[in-house]
């Protein structure tokens, strides 16, 4: 999944079509691995990568805009990796 620096997105299913597709459209941000099929927090708390230490780190609201620094990710400038 891409996301710019303003919050835009693009999901594309191969790295090859992501980066040609960052490349065209000279874009900055952020380019992230996720596993299909697989919520990045249960991914997280499986592989020992988070622990949840409060009520507030189990709920909706934080589980939906988890993400985890242990993510293969790729940051762009201009369509060229930074």
Do not use: C
Request: aromatic share 14%; no cysteine; glycine share 8%.
């Amino acid at each position: 999944m891409y996301r710019s620096h303003e919050g835009k997105t693009g999901r594309l299913t191969y790295p090859e079509e992501a980066e040609w597709w960052i490349l065209k459209h000279r874009l900055s941000g952020v380019l992230t691995e996720y596993l299909l099929n697989v919520g990045v927090y249960d991914w997280a708390i499986e592989n020992e990568l988070f622990r949840p230490q409060n009520n507030k780190e189990n709920s909706a609201e934080f589980i939906g805009g988890f993400s985890s620094a242990s993510q293969k990710h790729f940051h762009y400038e201009d369509g060229e990796l930074a």
